[in-house]
C-alpha cells in the first residue's frame, strides 16, 4: 500500500522501534514478577518511574493501585483514554522460561505484562509526536482486570474516566498470529454476574421421604428449568450462557438434607439481555421452589457490563491500522462470551477494543494455560496500533 504524503505510518514506526528493546525489558522483569489482584504495588511502581522518565507526571494509587499520566497535544481536542491492564493471574507457571515467575502459583497467563510494556511503548512515542495532537492521551494502567472486584470499576470511581470523549483498549490473542489485528462490530465480551441459591427444605431420613422436604429434587427441577432461561426466553440474536459451576447439598447417603446449595455465572452480550435473563433467574428460582414447598435464597451479583464497541469508532480504527500496516484489518462479529472490565469505562464514553496476534509459530497457545508462551513481537505491535490510533482520533 502507497502511504498518503502525510501518513505517519513510517514516523510511528521508528519511534515506536527506538523503544523495543526496552518494552520488552520491562515486560520480562515484570513477568519474573507477577502480582495479582489490586497487588500491583511493584508492578504500578515500575510503570510510574518509566513514564517519568517520558517527563510525564504520573498520578499513583488511582483505583488503588491503578497509574494515570497525560500526554498533552499541540492543540485543544477531545481526551481519549488509552488503557492496559497490569495483573497476573493466581497460577504456577510452567514455561521454564528464563524469565518465569518468581513468584508460586502466580503467573502472567493473559500477557497482561505485555499489554503494560506495550502502552508504555506508545506514551514513549506518544510523548514524541505531542505537539501534532489536537487534544490529550490519559495512559491508563489497571490493577485487579481478572477479579470480581473490579480495577477498572474502582479507577473509575476515582475519576479515572472524568472529562474523557474516547477511550481505547487492546489484548493480546494467541490464536492469532504477530501482524493480525481484529476487532469486532458491537458487543467485544459479554457481561459477567454471578449467583448463588440457597433451597431451603426439611431434613428426615430417607427411608421416610413423606416426612421431609427434599432440597435436592427441588435443585434439580431448578437447574432443568433455568435452562429453558437461553432456549425458550432469550433471542437467539442475543444469546447468552447460563453454567452452574457447583451444587452441593447433604452429607451421607440416608439423610435428606435441610438445604442445597448452586451457583454459577450469567454471561450476556448486550445491556436488553442481561436485564432479560436477570428477571428470569429469580422468577424461575422463587417459582420453581415455591411449587415444591421450598424456600429460595438467590443472591445475584452483577459483575461487568458487556463490553460495547462504538460503531463509528470501529470504522476508523479499521481504516486507521490498514493504513499503519499496509494490510486490511479484519473486522468481525462478535462471539466471545468472556468478560474485560474496559467495559466500565465502554459504558461511559465511546469505546472500542482492539485484540493483536501473538502466537508463536509452531505453538498453539491460549490464554490463562500454565505454558503460556506468547510471541513478544506482539508489543512492538500493539504500541505501534495504540499509536496510530491516537494519532488518528487527535487529529
Given at each position: ?19 523495543e ?11 519474573a514478577?507477577?502480582?495479582?489482584g489490586?497487588?500491583t504495588?511493584r508492578?504500578?511502581a ?12 504520573p ?6 493501585t ?6 498533552t ?12 491492564d ?6 504456577h ?10 513468584i ?7 500477557g ?14 506518544l ?11 490519559r ?9 470480581q ?9 476515582d ?5 474523557v ?9 494467541p ?16 457481561s ?22 427434599d432440597?435436592?429434587?427441588?435443585a ?7 435452562q ?9 440474536a ?9 451444587i452441593?447439598g ?29 428477571a428470569?433467574?429469580r ?18 451479583t452483577?459483575?461487568a ?7 463509528a469508532?470501529i470504522?476508523?480504527t ?12 479484519l ?5 466471545s462470551?468472556g ?10 464514553v465511546?469505546?472500542v477494543?482492539?485484540f493483536i ?5 509452531g ?18 505491535q ?7 490510533m ?6
Open positions: 500500500m502507497t502511504h498518503r504524503p502525510n501518513d505517519p505510518a513510517a514516523e510511528i514506526e521508528r519511534l515506536v522501534r527506538a523503544v528493546e526496552r518494552m520488552i525489558a520491562v515486560r520480562r522483569d515484570l513477568h514478577h507477577p502480582e495479582t489490586f497487588d504495588i508492578t504500578a515500575i510503570v510510574a518511574g518509566e513514564l517519568r522518565g517520558l517527563g510525564l507526571t498520578k499513583t494509587g488511582v483505583g488503588r491503578g497509574v494515570v499520566a497525560e500526554i497535544g499541540g492543540r485543544p481536542g477531545p481526551c481519549l483514554i488509552l488503557r492496559a497490569m495483573d497476573a493471574l493466581p497460577i507457571e510452567e514455561t521454564g522460561l528464563p524469565f518465569a515467575s518468581t508460586p502459583g502466580k503467573m502472567h497467563a493473559c497482561h505484562d505485555l499489554h503494560t510494556a506495550s502502552l508504555l511503548g506508545a506514551a514513549a512515542a510523548v514524541q509526536l505531542a505537539p501534532t495532537l489536537a487534544g490529550t492521551v495512559l491508563i494502567f489497571q490493577p485487579a482486570e481478572e477479579t472486584d473490579s480495577g477498572a470499576a474502582a479507577m473509575v470511581a475519576g479515572a474516566a472524568d472529562g470523549d474516547m477511550a481505547i483498549a487492546f489484548h493480546n490473542r490464536e492469532h498470529p504477530v501482524g493480525q489485528i481484529s476487532l469486532n462490530r458491537g458487543a467485544s465480551t459479554a459477567s454476574d454471578e449467583f448463588r441459591v440457597v433451597l431451603h427444605g426439611k431434613s428426615g431420613h430417607a427411608a421416610r421421604p413423606h416426612a421431609a422436604i432440597p435436592i429434587i427441588g434439580a427441577h431448578v437447574l432443568t428449568q433455568l429453558t432461561v437461553i432456549s425458550r426466553e432469550m433471542d437467539p442475543l444469546s447468552a450462557v447460563l453454567t452452574v459451576g457447583h452441593e447433604g452429607a451421607t447417603q440416608n439423610i435428606i438434607p435441610d438445604s442445597c446449595m448452586f451457583e454459577g455465572t450469567v454471561r450476556c452480550r448486550s445491556p436488553e439481555s442481561r436485564d432479560l435473563a436477570e428470569a433467574f422468577r424461575i428460582c422463587m417459582g420453581a421452589a415455591a411449587g415444591l414447598n421450598l424456600r429460595a435464597e438467590v443472591d445475584y452483577r459483575g457490563p458487556p463490553l460495547m464497541n462504538d460503531d469508532m470504522t476508523r479499521a481504516e486507521a491500522l490498514s493504513a499503519q500496516f499496509g494490510a486490511p484489518t473486522v468481525e462479529p462478535g462471539s462470551f468478560a474485560e472490565d474496559f467495559s466500565y469505562f465502554s459504558e461511559r465511546p469505546s477494543q482492539i496476534g501473538s502466537g508463536q509459530p505453538r498453539a497457545d491460549r490464554v490463562h494455560n500454565s505454558n503460556y508462551q506468547p510471541d513478544e513481537g506482539c508489543i512492538a500493539s504500541a505501534i496500533a495504540l499509536t496510530r491516537a494519532t488518528e482520533f487527535l487529529a
